[in-house]
């Protein structure tokens, strides 16, 4: 009988020793990622303006985020990922530092809220966290930077003056080339050059050729400084264009202008 007492009491003593090892590596094996947001927002955007969030979930093993941006007025959500069904980015490393852009298109109060789960657990989020609130405020459409690629790569930009962006180009020689031109908006809008509309990305560079503002070109040797010197000049040496700006229902006229001579 005592044989008996002694073997149960081992046993017991056993299974109290054993369980909570279990315990713990349970819950070692179902720890969660934990989303952060470890770069900082600005207090103020303007629209259009990119938003670059950086996030980390510190989680050993794949991770998804789904991040929107939250109309704090409207209540309206603006989600980033929108290719998959569940607005989730594809499966990254829990503990790499992950980025991404978003922007705003209407002025407001706003915060982001970044939710992040194990890759494939069919959740709506297993955590999730909150930027600090921020406003966004309207600007003018503007074309904000005009530049000229030069011989394929070198960029020069050109000096602004009111809706004028000016290029003096007469120390180049006549066989450098203009290989494009360069415009940047600061809202996404449409140009019409010569009577045909092109579509502008808010702040991101577009490059047309020189055949779009009426210069023969070589296509992409675009023209040489010989050829822009055959073009009737104004009396100072310069040649321009005019392009038309269509935003927010309106209508801007800018000048680009080179001298040449």
């Known amino acids: 009988m005592k044989k008996t007492k002694k073997l149960f009491a081992l046993i017991l003593a056993l299974t109290f020793f054993v369980f909570p090892l279990t315990e713990i590596s349970v819950q070692a094996k179902t720890a969660l990622p934990k989303a952060t947001i470890v770069s900082s927002v600005k207090s103020t955007y303007l ?32 989600d980033v990922f929108t290719t998959s069904r569940d607005k989730y980015s594809s499966a990254v490393n829990g503990r790499t530092n992950f980025t991404f852009k978003t922007r705003a298109t209407v002025e407001g109060r706003y915060q982001i809220v970044v939710m992040a789960k194990r890759s494939g657990v069919k959740k709506s989020y297993e955590s ?74 808010a702040y991101q560079p577009k490059e047309i050729s020189l055949s779009m503002l009426g210069i023969k070109d070589n296509g992409v040797e675009g023209a040489t400084l010989a050829t822009l010197r055959s073009i009737k000049q104004d009396s100072n040496g310069y040649i321009s264009r005019n392009i038309q700006l269509l935003a927010d229902g309106k209508n801007y006229t800018y000048v680009i202008k080179a001298k040449i001579k």
């Open 47 to 78: 629209v259009y303006e990119p938003i670059t969030v950086t996030v980390n979930s510190n989680y050993a093993g794949n991770v998804q985020y789904r991040a929107y941006l939250k109309n704090l007025r409207t209540g309206k959500i603006y």
């Open 128 to 201: 999730i966290a909150y930027s600090k609130v921020f406003t966004v405020k309207d600007v003018k459409a503007a074309i904000t930077n005009v530049s000229l690629k030069i011989n394929g790569n070198k960029i020069i930009n050109g000096s602004v003056s009111g809706n004028t962006f000016s290029f003096n180009l007469s120390g180049l020689r006549d066989k450098d080339s203009i290989t494009r031109l360069v415009l940047t908006a600061n809202k996404d809008a449409k140009v019409s050059i010569l009577g045909v509309e092109i579509s502008l990305t």
